[in-house]
């Protein structure tokens, strides 16, 4: 049985869901997702209606950017949030 958002989304929502539970870092995931269908969606349809160079867009787009990205953004999120921690946990000290 497939998610009807994708196993992608699933994944990364559920990893920055465990790990941050207050923080909306799953929605942000999501509304990216959405953004780059959408771009994906573009290019498959000028590529049906006008240029055939975008179906090498769509398949950049799908193959390349989307499956590296929906897998990589969790772990930046990730790692910006436990950089906030470790900067607001630092004492600062003045001259």
């Known amino acids: 049985m497939a998610a009807p ?4 989304f699933v994944i990364g929502s559920i990893f920055l869901l ?3 539970p207050t923080r909306l870092y799953w929605v942000y995931l ?3 997702q959405w953004l780059l269908g959408g771009l994906m969606l573009g290019a498959l349809d000028i590529g049906v209606g006008w240029a055939d160079w975008r179906f090498t867009l769509l398949d950049l ?3 390349d950017i989307y499956r590296g990205t929906s897998l990589g953004l969790p772990l930046l999120f990730a ?3 436990s950089r906030s921690e470790n900067t607001e946990s630092e004492p600062t000290t003045s001259f």
Do not use: D, F, R
């Open 5 to 8: 958002t994708g196993i992608l």
């Open 61 to 63: 787009l799908e193959t």
């Open 18 to 20: 465990a790990l941050y």
């Open 79 to 81: 790692w910006l949030e």
């Open 30 to 32: 999501g509304l990216y």
